[in-house]
């Protein structure tokens, strides 16, 4: 099934270029963090495990990672990594009155994951703090960290935290027609579908914190196709037509891997990279490798 590309490309027409990646933007950092934010625009597609994948693929490179759950429609990282009963920190008890968190101690209290810390978000148990509680968390999160990886979701609460203003996006697109018009719609700065105006970090209305991060507010650092698991061949667009669609190439397009969705329905969360996956995702784990300068010292360093 083809789709329509008509010739004024509005999400890249509406974006700051961002010429060099993470050397592109100021520092590749918000305020002091070293980091990516993986947003989609539409939801089941498997952003949270690939936010996962690529953690654990850079903790294979022996690089000190950390994930942080910001998907506040959503969430339930630790559902799919296999350590809901794991005690430890959720998102929705994180609470810094004074704007400020201790990074060891935190590091400390969070559930860990294949030797990676987790703050997952679990909104079924409570509603989720202050955009002032999950910068200082985010920030907190950074400090014992090369690299602090987001799950987004859809963006819906990006507007009000400042701690992630201004890092690379990585953004993952459903390889159909209604999810490439949902990309290119959150690429023209477009609220995530479904927003009511209001921002669920705080209640805060969606803008109004100055400093707050756009959803998308620079070219995405990189973009990913993922094919869905149902729906016939024909109902797909390709690599070459999608890019054109949304003006930006993809690096690589992910096929459905029975193992690992059976493995996350099963409740055994991630065990291990499908090696089809190692592969597939080998371009994009280079590009963050060669993007970021890597902090030496891991933890404390």
């Known amino acids: 099934m083809g789709i329509s590309n008509r010739a004024d490309k509005t999400g890249a027409a509406n974006r700051r270029p961002s010429d060099g990646?993470?050397?592109?933007?100021?520092?590749?950092?918000?305020?002091?963090?070293?980091?990516?934010v993986f947003l989609c625009a539409s939801g089941g597609v498997g952003l949270t495990t690939l936010v996962a994948l690529v953690a654990k693929s850079?903790?294979?490179?022996?690089?000190?990672?950390?994930?942080a759950d910001l998907d506040l429609t959503g969430g339930g990282m630790d559902v799919l990594l296999g350590i809901e009963g794991v005690p430890g920190l959720r998102l929705e008890q994180i609470r810094a009155p004074l704007g400020r968190m201790d990074s060891r101690a935190l590091m400390e209290e969070l559930p860990v994951w294949d030797g990676i810390p987790v703050l997952s978000n679990d909104p079924w148990n409570g509603p989720a703090p202050g955009w002032w509680d999950m910068d200082a968390a985010l920030k907190a999160m950074s400090g014992s960290a090369e690299l602090?990886?987001?799950?987004?979701?859809?963006?819906?609460?990006?507007?009000?935290?400042?701690s992630i203003a201004g890092l690379p996006r990585v953004l993952l697109v459903d390889m159909t027609v209604l999810g490439l018009a949902r990309a290119r719609s959150l690429l023209a700065g477009s609220k995530s579908p479904g927003s009511t105006g209001r921002d669920v970090a705080g209640g805060v209305p969606a803008g109004s914190e100055s400093g707050g991060a756009n959803p998308i507010d620079v070219d995405p650092l990189v973009v990913i196709g993922v094919r869905p698991h149902v729906g016939r061949s024909s109902d797909l667009v390709g690599q070459d037509e999608?890019?054109?669609?949304?003006?930006?190439?993809?690096?690589?397009?992910?096929?459905?891997?029975a193992s690992l969705a059976g493995s996350v329905q099963s409740g055994l969360g991630l065990r291990k990279i499908p090696r089809s996956y190692q592969k597939?995702?080998?371009?994009?784990?280079?590009?963050?490798?060669?993007?970021?300068?890597?902090r030496s010292g891991g933890i404390g360093g």
């Open 21 to 36: 990646g993470l050397a592109g933007l100021p520092g590749g950092k918000g305020e002091g963090l070293r980091g990516l």
């Open 58 to 67: 850079l903790a294979g490179r022996s690089h000190v990672c950390a994930l």
């Open 148 to 162: 602090l990886l987001v799950d987004a979701g859809r963006g819906t609460g990006l507007r009000t935290l400042r």
């Open 242 to 257: 999608a890019a054109d669609f949304l003006g930006l190439p993809l690096i690589c397009v992910l096929k459905p891997e």
């Open 280 to 294: 597939a995702l080998k371009p994009l784990i280079d590009v963050i490798e060669d993007a970021l300068p890597f």
